[in-house]
């Protein structure tokens, strides 16, 4: 019996040894895809955040007023010009469209609801994408990593050293990859998670003060000072 398990082990190492360098060559490509991909991403955030720098409090309260004196004149073409100019987003816009084209109607209050969930739910499966980068990159990295080094333990008991330092560059190389891909993924979703919670925190005000119901000579927008980042805080507001 103990021949027959020594036999039986060996072929279950071969066969794990040769799945292992199947997965060599699809564990680098990849690599290579996730590199390009977080290149792309990083790309998109650049333009996202070229788009955000001249964010203020005042043109958005003052944006929204005009809708909702807009809509008091019964004026839904001129309320949705009027918030169209505050989108920084393709998802935005849209989202601002439809809060034009529906608020004060009857259901409006659900329908504006499930219109901002809607964005919140969109934007946290754009963040996904970057997400799964933060794992899935040092995991491949890991992956390319291990797989080149038993060949290299091989070269290295056979005194084939150009084959050991072929392998083992290939290694490090991979490694180095993967913690990037993974480094950049990690502060793209926090930068984003935190563009896209102020994105719906400016659709959730602008819902409001067109959805309010009093009369459009009851509210007056008064220029708050300017804070950090050229965001201006209503007067009286918290600090």
């Known amino acids: 019996m103990l021949p027959l398990y020594a036999l039986s082990t060996h072929d279950i190492d071969e066969a794990i040894f ?47 007023e005009r809708a909702r004196l807009a809509l008091w004149a019964n004026d839904r073409p001129g309320a949705a010009a009027a918030v169209r100019g505050i989108a920084r987003s393709p998802a935005m816009a849209d989202t601002l469209a439809f809060i034009a084209a529906h608020a004060r109607t009857d259901g409006s209050d659900h329908e504006l609801n499930k219109a901002l969930a809607d964005f919140d739910f969109d934007a946290q499966r754009r963040l996904a994408r970057t997400r799964m980068l933060v ?5 491949l990295g890991l992956m ?53 919670g102020q994105d719906l925190s400016d659709l959730q005000y602008i819902a409001a003060v067109i959805s309010d119901p009093r009369p459009a000579e009851a509210v007056v927008v008064a220029p708050g000072p300017v804070g950090a980042m050229g965001y201006q805080r209503p007067a009286g507001g918290a600090t």
Do not use: K, W
């Open 135 to 139: 794992r899935a990159g040092p995991a």
């Open 18 to 64: 040769h799945v292992a360098s199947a997965l060599e060559v699809p564990v680098l490509v990849l690599a290579l895809i996730a590199l390009a991909y977080v290149i792309y991403e990083l790309g998109s955030f650049a333009i996202e955040l070229r788009g955000r720098r001249t964010r203020q409090f005042a043109a958005l309260s003052q944006a929204a």
């Open 144 to 196: 390319g990593t291990l797989i080149p080094l038993s060949p290299a333990l091989s070269g290295l008991a056979n005194g084939n050293t150009a084959a050991l330092s072929q392998d083992l560059r290939l290694a490090f190389s991979v490694t180095v990859v993967g913690l990037m891909i993974g480094a950049v993924a990690f502060g793209l979703s926090l930068a984003r998670d935190r563009m896209y």
